[in-house]
């Protein structure tokens, strides 16, 4: 896992705050993806970014969340006016950018995020 | 989302026992990726298929691509203490979105 960075590994915030999650991905990789991961559960899909792109947020909840990949500078995942249930394990991957066959995700070691 | 049933859910073995765990899935997959996560840490990748029956060792475990496309399983022999953790797969429709199963923990007694 040591490629994929994350940060910070803990994170604690009160109701109304906003949270801001780090991804730093593995070198050589462009595409980025985040996940969340509630106790005892596996990981649901959240968004999937490249460079300056969001290509996929199906799994994005509608409001409050939000995620950029800048050109320069990690990817971030923001959510803003945190509520309880956003108490969860971020995880994010990443991938290489080639176009032969699909690439399979490396994790970093997360982000766990608890709402007081 | 795409519903991925694993199993079983949690397993207790005794060390040097065999280990068989397997996904499947409605819908067929174009690739299959078995991970494992120690508590804390983030999913590790351990295998990846790519096509239909392929067979595929890493040590000792052992992970295959079901010919129907919809499943996958995966087996660890003569598994030791430092097996133990949560066994994730996880199937890739089409695109770079892959969908995780619920996650099978082992414990290994000594």
């Known amino acids: 896992n040591a490629g994929v960075m994350q940060n910070p590994r803990h994170l604690v915030r009160r109701r109304g705050q906003e949270a801001r999650l780090r991804c730093s991905p593995m070198k050589g990789h462009s595409h980025v993806y985040w996940y969340r991961q509630l106790p005892e559960e596996g990981l649901k899909f959240m968004v999937y970014?490249?460079?300056?792109?969001?290509?996929?947020e199906s799994g994005m909840p509608k409001e409050r969340f939000s995620a950029e990949f800048p050109k320069e500078g990690p990817s971030i995942l923001r959510i803003q006016q945190v509520v309880r249930g956003d108490s969860a394990a971020y995880f994010c991957?990443?991938?290489?950018?080639?176009?032969?066959?699909?690439?399979?995700?490396?994790f970093g070691d997360g982000t766990r995020l608890s709402i007081l | 989302g795409q519903q991925l049933n694993q199993s079983p859910q949690s397993m207790f073995i005794q060390e040097g026992e065999d280990v068989s765990m397997n996904c499947t899935s409605s819908?067929?997959?174009?690739?299959w990726l078995w991970y494992k996560q120690d508590p804390g840490e983030g999913p590790v990748l351990l295998i990846a298929l790519y096509k239909a029956g392929e067979l595929t060792s890493n040590g000792r475990l052992t992970a295959q691509f079901g010919i129907t496309r919809k499943d996958s399983f995966l087996n660890i022999s003569a598994s030791i203490p430092s097996d133990v953790g949560i066994y994730f797969c996880a199937g890739q429709l089409t695109g770079n979105q892959f969908y995780f199963g619920t996650g099978t923990s082992l414990t290994v007694i000594p």
């Open positions: 819908s067929i997959f174009n690739t």
């Open positions: 991957a990443s991938s290489p950018n080639r176009d032969r066959g699909s690439q399979p995700q490396h």
């Open positions: 970014l490249q460079k300056e792109n969001i290509i996929d």
